[in-house]
T-cell receptor, first 113, second 108 residues
Framework: DAGVTQSPTHLIKTRGQQVTLRCSPK?????VSWYQQALGQGPQFIFQ???????QRGNFPDRFSGHQFPNYSSELNVNALLLGDSALYLC????????????FGSGTRLTVV | AQRVTQPEKLLSVFKGAPVELKCNYS??????LFWYVQYSRQRLQLLLRHISRESIKGFTADLNKGETSFHLKKPFAQEEDSAMYYCALRAAGNKLTFGGGTRVLVKP
């Protein structure tokens, strides 16, 4: 089992551009959460997807949007990129049953120039 | 709203010495607390959760609801314990709220 897979691993974009990050959850998991980790800080919750719907959202602007597909994989889209969006974006998968833990991916390092 | 605070950014200890990482939280309900660890060049992984009341790699953590704390302890630090440690809280729903992290450096 490959665990949680994220792509790409690194990405450089220009201010104002749009970016799409991808996540494949661990086998058997049906819930995907996205986190933003700025340098020197802990991960911050962006949103969570379950049954192809956004179930919870953190304090992020509407420029951040997502999608979950029938195979449980997920995408994170960020529009109108700002320099401050530069961060490590982590995907975590879990099973909706709260007794299950989270498995994190290695992340996508996004640099906005 | 929930908040997790890890007051120490860096803890430097000698091998064999005790280590304690502090974690304080604020949440009005009944929280579920976790410690996550990130070793160099590895992904974030669960170390332990308070409901399990288990010891992992010699680490233990006790939830103190009166002091709203969930400190992580190990009596004898090893060099392989050098890593970033994050305290996290799960409240309503399934989202995790993380602290800012503590870097532990165990010197030989």
């Amino acid at each position: 089992d490959a665990g949680v897979t994220q792509s790409p691993t690194h990405l450089i974009k220009t201010r104002g551009q749009q970016v799409t990050l991808r996540c494949s959850p661990k086998s058997g998991h049906d819930t995907v959460s996205w986190y933003q980790q700025a340098l020197g800080q802990g991960p911050q919750f962006i949103f969570q997807y379950y049954e192809e719907e956004e179930r919870q959202r953190g304090n992020f602007p509407d420029r951040f949007s997502g999608h979950q597909f029938p195979n449980y994989s997920s995408e994170l889209n960020v529009n109108a990129l700002l320099l401050g969006d530069s961060a490590l974006y982590l995907c975590a998968s879990s099973f909706q049953d709260r007794n299950y833990g989270y498995t994190f991916g290695s992340g996508t390092r996004l640099t906005v120039v | 709203a929930q908040r997790v605070t890890q007051p120490e950014k860096l803890l430097s200890v000698f091998k064999g010495a005790p280590v304690e990482l502090k974690c304080n939280y604020s949440y009005s309900g009944s929280p579920e607390l976790f410690w996550y660890v990130q070793y160099s060049r590895q992904r974030l992984q669960l170390l332990l959760r308070h409901i399990s009341r288990e010891s992992i790699k010699g680490f233990t953590a006790d939830l103190n609801k009166g002091e709203t704390s969930f400190h992580l302890k190990k009596p004898f630090a090893q060099e392989e314990d050098s890593a970033m440690y994050y305290c996290a809280l799960r409240a309503a729903g399934n989202k995790l709220t993380f602290g800012g992290g503590t870097r532990v450096l165990v010197k030989p």
